[in-house]
């Protein structure tokens, strides 16, 4: 949940501020009518935004993986033969995260992120592409009437 709400925060901060550098350039005075973003900046940006917030979450997307995987290796572990009990469930994702760390060092934090980014950024770019050209299509539709 947290992914999607970064996400679309950064892109409309972005959009916010490349519109009012674009409103800045074409003048205060004259016509109104809002402005939109071109594909390619759409494209771009929802690139930008969706890369910065998978950084931020994966350390933590990674976290629920890898809670998941132990509880299914000890409830395993506990069926096949219960007294030979090797390892232990995480004891929480800051318990999870901390070992994670003391095994593999900082980047271990975000090991196999660029499949992540590979799966998620290109999808992210042309929903963004789409999102301005639907908001051109009702932007033209209310000024015609």
Do not use: H
Not at 30 to 37: I, N, P, R, T, V
Not at 47 to 60: M, N
Not at 90 to 108: E, I, K, P, V, W
């Amino acid at each position: 949940v947290s992914n999607p709400a970064i996400q679309y925060f950064l892109y409309e901060q972005i959009r916010v501020w490349i519109l009012g550098i674009k409103n800045r350039r074409r003048g205060s005075g004259g016509a109104g009518g809002s402005m939109q973003l071109t594909a390619m900046e759409a494209f771009v940006f929802g690139a930008l935004s969706k890369t910065v917030a998978t950084v931020i979450t994966y350390p933590l997307q990674l976290g629920q993986v890898l809670i998941r995987l132990r509880k299914n290796e000890v409830k395993d572990l506990e069926q096949a033969d219960p007294s030979s009990m090797e390892i232990e469930e995480y004891n929480g994702m800051a318990d999870c995260l901390y070992q994670q760390y003391t095994r593999g060092g900082f980047s271990s934090l975000f090991q196999g992120m660029s499949s992540k980014l590979v799966q998620t950024v290109g999808q992210a770019s042309f929903i963004f592409v789409t999102y301005e050209q639907m908001l051109a299509l009702v932007a033209k539709v209310i000024e015609s009437r």
